[in-house]
């Protein structure tokens, strides 16, 4: 059996808490920040569960790692999650100065590290440049998302049959005056 690498062990955890996301509703994205081979913050998606809009887990492993090291800057620190990140979270690391972000799916619709926009690796002019590296555990991180997704779907379709099952007998019992024919 082949070792896992360090990159592919912190995906391994970053995707082991999407699915704390995904138990609670959410989409089942993780991440975890990582300083000299530690993990000093862990996240995971929950903006639906908190009313918060910027609660990806990218944003919460960050918020951990700066009360855990008192700092709201972390150079030389990793962070590792499960899919591309957004710009909204690109921009968090550059400004904690996170030295590496390592992500495992692409992200077609909203990714910031090549997909949809050009933020990371940072070359742009900011004040710090963040090195991005895509495609670690790429297939596993994608089916997690797929599997999420194909349950959403079949359990929203189910619920629209039902929903039109009653609305369609309601209308039957309408049109027959309530009673049964």
């Not at 609670?24 to 862990?42: H, Q, S």
């Not at 390592?102 to 077609?108: I, L, M, N, S, Y």
């Not at 900011?126 to 790429?138: C, I, K, P, Q, Y």
């Amino acid at each position: 059996m082949e070792r896992m690498s360090d990159e592919q062990r912190w995906m391994a955890h970053a995707m082991a808490l999407a699915a704390k996301a995904e138990a609670l509703g959410e989409v089942p994205v993780g991440a975890v920040v990582v300083l000299n081979r530690e993990i000093i913050g862990e996240g995971w998606n929950s903006p639906i569960t908190d009313s918060d809009p910027t609660a990806h887990a990218e944003i919460m492993a960050l918020r951990q790692a700066g009360e855990r090291s008192a700092n709201y800057r972390l150079p030389n620190a990793e962070l590792y999650v499960t899919l591309e990140p957004c710009v909204m979270c690109a921009g968090a690391m550059v400004h904690a100065r996170i030295k590496r972000v390592v992500f495992g799916a692409f992200d077609p619709k909203s990714g910031a590290a090549g997909s949809i926009f050009n933020l990371l690796p940072s070359e742009q002019p900011f004040n710090h440049r963040v090195e991005a590296t895509g495609g670690v555990l790429e297939a596993e991180c994608a089916e997690q998302l797929k599997t999420f997704f194909r349950k959403r779907r079949k359990a929203q379709r189910a619920a629209g049959t039902a929903a039109g099952n009653s609305t369609l007998a309601a209308s039957g019992a309408a049109s027959t005056g309530g009673s049964s024919i």
